[in-house]
């Protein structure tokens, strides 16, 4: 009997020795890789796990690590070499995903809109003392535009096209950092520049820029950005997929409301190395920034919308329905859980 029970023990210890390490393997969180491009409408998701003591799984089932980009379209190398799992994508970053490099990708949740009724739209500026009046007279003048095929770009060319100029012929077009924008447009380098509202509203303090149009004028409402996950990733881990989205709920609840606005307002300065005067005048107020659904849920017919544009405008070789790359299951379970 006690010889049994010793071997008994010894036989339980061993399973134990050789199961141990896949437990705590298993116990370890899932590094999620994110891409995120640069603009406020980006950091968001940083922002939303600023305090972890209000989430539910943050570092214990999974551990977000963020990963700029200049923009949404530079993402797709890096999906392609499954060096991301998340990613924020614009419907012309997308479609270039799926059409151009073949990449299987899910839109999984809402993160910014442009041009929601009374809301901001992202600005193109010239200078004060510009002759520069109309869409038209930028006929023969250079552009800075971020890189080719994202969202912002495509927005420019189409409302280029509907003023009657060829984007490829009749102006010059170059790719430019948002944070080289205001620079280079006092500088003269280029004669027209995009300014998202981190950079709009310091800019225009300084006075001697003026708006020439905004995308609302060529996209109307229209679903900026959006997180779109790796399938690969969405099916090998279905559970840590709900806990990041449930965070990121909880997270995007935290900074709508507004008594919580002082606090973000520090943490961005501390996040973004910017004093908060840079952000005290239009962050996390209402029509000042990119609008965004307090469930996470994004709109997908206007996104669908953009897709049929880029056809038409002959941006896309063809036209897909995007609601079949939109897996809402996921966000939908974790909607419940907050419920």
Not at 135 to 143: A, E, P, Q
């Amino acid at each position: 009997m006690k010889r049994h029970s010793l071997w008994s023990i010894i036989l339980v210890g061993m399973i134990w020795m050789i199961i141990q390490p896949a437990s705590a393997l298993a116990a370890e969180p899932v590094k999620i890789r994110i891409g995120q491009t640069q603009g406020v409408v980006s950091i968001d998701t940083p922002i939303f796990f600023m305090k972890p003591e209000i989430l539910k799984h943050y570092g214990k089932t999974y551990m977000p690590e963020f990963i700029e980009f200049r923009a949404t379209s530079a993402e797709i190398p890096a999906f392609a070499a499954k060096e991301l799992d998340f990613g924020f994508m614009s419907t012309a970053a997308m479609t270039s995903a799926i059409l151009n490099a073949n990449l299987d990708l899910k839109i999984v949740m809402d993160m910014a809109a442009d041009g929601a009724p009374g809301g901001w739209s992202n600005q193109w500026m010239v200078l004060e003392e510009s002759p520069i009046k109309t869409v038209k007279d930028l006929k023969g003048k250079t552009i800075g535009s971020l890189a080719y095929g994202s969202g912002n770009d495509v927005a420019l060319r189409v409302i280029l096209s509907k003023h009657g100029l060829d984007p490829k012929k009749d102006v010059n077009i170059v790719e430019v950092a948002l944070p080289n924008m205001e620079p280079m447009l006092r500088q003269k380098k280029i004669d027209c520049a995009l300014l998202l509202p981190d950079f709009y509203y310091p800019a225009i303090k300084k006075e001697g820029l003026r708006s020439l149009f905004q995308n609302r004028e060529g996209m109307g409402f229209w679903q900026v950005l959006f997180l779109v996950g790796r399938t690969e990733f969405l099916k090998k881990y279905p559970e840590v997929t709900k806990d990041f989205l449930q965070d990121s709920l909880i997270g995007l609840r935290f900074i709508m409301d507004p008594k919580n606005r002082s606090g973000l307002l520090e943490w961005l300065a501390k996040w973004s190395k910017k004093p908060v005067s840079v952000f005290e005048d239009w962050a996390f107020i209402d029509g000042k920034e990119s609008y965004r659904d307090p469930d996470g849920v994004p709109n997908i017919e206007s996104m669908q919308q953009d897709v049929d544009r880029m056809v038409e405008w002959k941006f896309l070789p063809k036209r897909i329905e995007i609601k079949q790359y939109v897996d809402l299951g996921y966000l939908n379970e974790a909607r419940k859980r907050i419920r």
